[in-house]
Each structure stands twice: as structure tokens, then as C-alpha cells.
């Protein structure tokens, strides 16, 4: 397991289109291992794939609710459910955040590391934060999705 280097800013794979997981192999578990390190090595909730530089439709998600790190291989949103403006940040834009418009409530079909698929559902920060992730799979970022009116603002570490 490795740490992996988080792209930022206006790195072009940030705004690339990730493709689909066909092989549920030793790669991808490489793959999901590093990500969750990565992600506890930057005190983050959320990494997606194209964040470490790899356009493939994989998500790590760790709300630290004692359940340890959810994996999600190619994501999809099956329902959403009411709607929230609330601040949210990234990995890839430090020191920096914006309040985005997202849906209050979702349901997400994505497969495990066996290639089984699961459903998932989240509200509030957990709902923004699979929004947030899948949203990388298909280049956007959050600075896509803000609210009407508002703008990216620099946040203090």
C-alpha cells in the first residue's frame, strides 16, 4: 500500500471523464488499498480516482462513523431526494471551499471490490458527499455545482 500523489487545481485529469471497471483483480485492489490510505493520510472524507491521477470509475468514501471506508466501483445515482446548500471543499482545490446545491437524500448502486453490486443511501453531508465523488467520475468539480449566487471563497488550515 502507497500513498499517492492528490492532483489539484488545474491539473487537466481533474476534468477528464473516468472509464469503467472491467477487471475486479489484484490491480484494482492495489488501487482501493492506496486510495484509502491516501485518504487517511489527508484527513479528507472522499477520494475519487481521477484525484490520484487514474481515470477509472472508483471511489473511496469514509465518513468516519466507525463502519471503516466504503468502496465504491462504477458509481452510479439511482434516485435523489430534496435539496441543501451547505459548504463543501476538496482534496484537489486546497484552501479553498464553496456552498453547493445538492440533493438532500440519495441512492447510489455501485459495485464491491468482488464486482457484487450494493446499494447505498446517504442524507445530508454523507448525500453531498457521494455527489461530490461521482461527480469527479465525470470531471466535474465542486466549484460546478455551487448554489445560485455563490462564489469559491479561501478557507484557513
Given at each position: 500500500m502507497a500513498i499517492r500523489k492528490i492532483r489539484v487545481d488545474d491539473d487537466p485529469i481533474l476534468r477528464k471523464k473516468s472509464r469503467p471497471v472491467e477487471a475486479f483483480d489484484e490491480r484494482l485492489f492495489e488501487l482501493l488499498d492506496d486510495m484509502k490510505d491516501t485518504l487517511a493520510r489527508a484527513d479528507g472524507i472522499g477520494l475519487a480516482a481521477p484525484q490520484i491521477g487514474v481515470l477509472r470509475r472508483v471511489v473511496v468514501i469514509d465518513m468516519?462513523?466507525?463502519?471503516?471506508?466504503?468502496?465504491?466501483i462504477n458509481p452510479e445515482i439511482l434516485e435523489t431526494k430534496g435539496e441543501q446548500v451547505a459548504d463543501e471543499a476538496c482534496l484537489s482545490l486546497p484552501h479553498k471551499a464553496g456552498k453547493t446545491l445538492r440533493p438532500m437524500a440519495v441512492k447510489v448502486r455501485a459495485q464491491n471490490r468482488n464486482g457484487n453490486w450494493v446499494l447505498y443511501e446517504?442524507?445530508?453531508?454523507?448525500?453531498r458527499c457521494f455527489c461530490h465523488?461521482?461527480?469527479h467520475l465525470d470531471g466535474k468539480l465542486y466549484t460546478d455545482s455551487l448554489a445560485?449566487?455563490?462564489h469559491v471563497y479561501q478557507v484557513d488550515d
Open positions: 468516519g462513523e466507525g463502519q471503516g471506508p466504503v468502496e465504491l446517504g442524507s445530508d453531508l454523507k448525500a465523488e461521482i461527480d445560485p449566487g455563490e
